[in-house]
Structure formats: structure tokens, C-alpha cells
């Protein structure tokens, strides 16, 4: 009687990426990049407690046991966070549904493995300025330069599309309609592209912005570009957005002890939607979130919300390390 070959860890892995993700489920490159990184570390880890080359590890070498430890090294050793940890953890948790359709004879070693559960992250309050802050913010560039407009017209932009810094940096201008209805396309996470309405004063904003800066609207350009003519950068939007807190710290002390980073910007269209009675999925689709549950800290976050309410019814990593492949199987994981 014939039997057939067990295929080796090595096999399952780069069936797992280069079959799988790439060409069957059509995993972004960031997708990807993620999911080969958490297998690197696991490898890695594995390796050293084994004794053995990574190449020469065995499915039964990363089973429960070695990934519970792993996880545990990740959050102790290496400072990673829960979200880092839950993350990883899914993308063992992909190969290992994975390896269960190409070797049904591990499948004890696959249900020990996706038996393992994720942590649960405390939910924090998200941070969010109110109209007035926002109002605020909006002043601080000097609208008097063709920088300063740039920054003005940036900093509206992020603020009423709810766009990631990735997002609004990413626009070029034929992603803009300038007529009715006025509307941005958004190339999201994971290739998802989404529509956004804009509004009328936003698009006389971009407008002039585009005609003062030599934007062709009709061209497949970046609309926000840096000092050099290149699209902005992330590092470049999270700059401009420090300048501006520092200038109205002046006004607002109070402000500059918060942590605002670009995607409080995001939080705080968010915030203004919820606020305006805008409905929880409407508010998800808006902001590009895969689940209903991502956008449910929104609703939980304001007391005054809370109160209306209640008169209504009449009664809220350490460092990363470049590592050299010096294993076949590594240097695999590296090429991909």
C-alpha cells in the first residue's frame, strides 16, 4: 500500500505564503510582510530552544507548547504589546488552518495549536478634540505661505475624512471629484479602497490648494507634496501636525500634555460623526474598519453623549533586529 510523503515544515511554510496568501487569498504585500516577520521570530525562537536549524525544525517542534512560550518571550523579552502578541498570534493561527488542509495527519498538532487564544486588550479612551480644539488647530498654520496653506489645507483634510495618515498622503488628484457629489477615494489597508464625501468648504480648500501648487486635478499626482515636490511622507504629516500643537500650546496649555498624534485627527471625525447622530456602521464604512466591534469605543467614550441620552428617556516591541538569513528556510521567508 502506498503512502504519501509527509510534507516537512519548510514545504507547508512556503505553500502557506507563496500559495495561500499570494495567490489564493491575494494577501497584500503588507499582509504578507507582517505574517513572514511573526514566522521569522517563531523560527527563530524555536531554533534556539530546540537545538536545531530552523530549516530542520518539525511541525511537532512549533506546536503548542513552543508557541505559548513564544508568546510569553514576545511580550517579556522582546516588550512587544497584547494588540503585537494577538497579532502574531493570528498569523500562526492562519498557517496552522493552513498546514490542517495539506497534512490531515496533524491535525491533533493544528487543534492544540488553534486552541490557543487571544488576549484581551483593555480598551482605552480614545482621544479626540473637541470642536472647539479642532477650531483651534486650524488656526495655527500661517495661512499667509504657500506652506502654511499646505499645512492648513492638510490638517482639514485629516480631520474631515477620518483618513489614515497613509490614506491622505496617498491621494493624487485625480482621487478627488471636485463636482457634485464631491467625493475622495481612499486606498485603504489591504488594498480596500473606500469613498468619501467631502465638504463644500474642504473642496474649495483643495481647489485653490491644487491651482496655487501647479496640481493638475485631472492627473494621477500626489496632492500633499513635501518641500522637494515628493509626496509627503508620514514622518512629514506627524511634523507638521507637532508644529501646530506647539503654536497653540500657547492658548491652550492643557492640549500640550495630551497625546495627539495624527490619528486622534482620525478619532475626532469619528467623534463629530457620532455626535451629528451619524449610525455606527455608517461610521465604520467611513473610516474603512473590516469590523462593527473596532468602531464600538467610539460609543462608549462620551459622558455628555450619555447624559443626552438619559434626558431623552427622561431619567458612555524592542527594537527590531536585521537578521542575515543563514538558513534555507529563513532565506526563503526573506525573498518573499
Known amino acids: 500500500m502506498r503512502h504519501e510523503r509527509t510534507p516537512t515544515l519548510s514545504e507547508l511554510m512556503e505553500s502557506f505564503f507563496r500559495s495561500r496568501l499570494a495567490a489564493q487569498r491575494r494577501a497584500s504585500p503588507k499582509t504578507i510582510a507582517s505574517y513572514r516577520d511573526a514566522m521569522k521570530l517563531l523560527l527563530r525562537y524555536a531554533s534556539e530552544k530546540k537545538g536545531k536549524q530552523p530549516s530542520r525544525l518539525s511541525l511537532e517542534d512549533i506546536g503548542r507548547e513552543t508557541i505559548l512560550g513564544f508568546l510569553d518571550y514576545l511580550e517579556a523579552e522582546r516588550g512587544n504589546c497584547i494588540r503585537t502578541r ?159 500643537i506647539e503654536k497653540i500650546a500657547l492658548l491652550n496649555p492643557e492640549i500640550a500634555r495630551r497625546s495627539i498624534s495624527p490619528h486622534t485627527l482620525r478619532h475626532t471625525n469619528a467623534m463629530h460623526l457620532l455626535h451629528s447622530g451619524v449610525d455606527q456602521v455608517t461610521i465604520r464604512d467611513w473610516l474603512g474598519h473590516s469590523e462593527l466591534e473596532t468602531t464600538d469605543h467610539y460609543t462608549v467614550i462620551n459622558m455628555d453623549m450619555k447624559f443626552r441620552a438619559l434626558e431623552k428617556c427622561g431619567i458612555s516591541e524592542m527594537g527590531t533586529i536585521r537578521f542575515k538569513p543563514e538558513d534555507k528556510l529563513l532565506e526563503m521567508l526573506d525573498k518573499l
Open 86 to 244: 494577538n497579532a502574531r498570534l493570528a498569523a500562526i493561527r492562519s498557517f496552522f488552518q493552513h498546514v490542517a488542509y495539506l497534512d490531515p495527519a496533524s491535525l491533533g498538532t493544528v487543534q492544540r495549536v488553534l486552541g490557543i487564544q487571544s488576549k484581551k486588550v483593555a480598551k482605552k479612551s480614545v482621544e479626540y478634540l473637541t470642536k472647539e480644539e479642532l477650531d483651534l488647530l486650524l488656526t495655527a498654520p500661517e495661512r499667509g505661505t504657500p506652506r502654511g496653506r499646505r499645512d492648513y489645507v492638510l490638517l482639514l483634510f485629516l480631520s474631515q475624512t477620518g483618513a489614515r495618515v497613509s490614506e491622505a498622503v496617498g491621494v493624487n488628484a485625480r482621487d478627488i471629484r471636485f463636482d457634485r457629489p464631491c467625493q475622495v477615494l481612499l486606498h485603504g489597508k489591504g488594498d480596500k479602497d473606500r469613498v468619501v464625501p467631502l465638504e463644500k468648504a474642504l473642496v474649495e480648500n483643495l481647489r485653490t490648494f491644487c491651482a496655487e501648487s501647479g496640481v493638475d486635478i485631472k492627473a494621477d499626482v500626489p496632492v500633499f507634496r513635501n518641500a522637494r515636490g515628493q509626496r509627503m511622507t508620514r514622518f512629514g504629516v506627524i511634523y507638521i501636525l507637532k508644529k501646530a
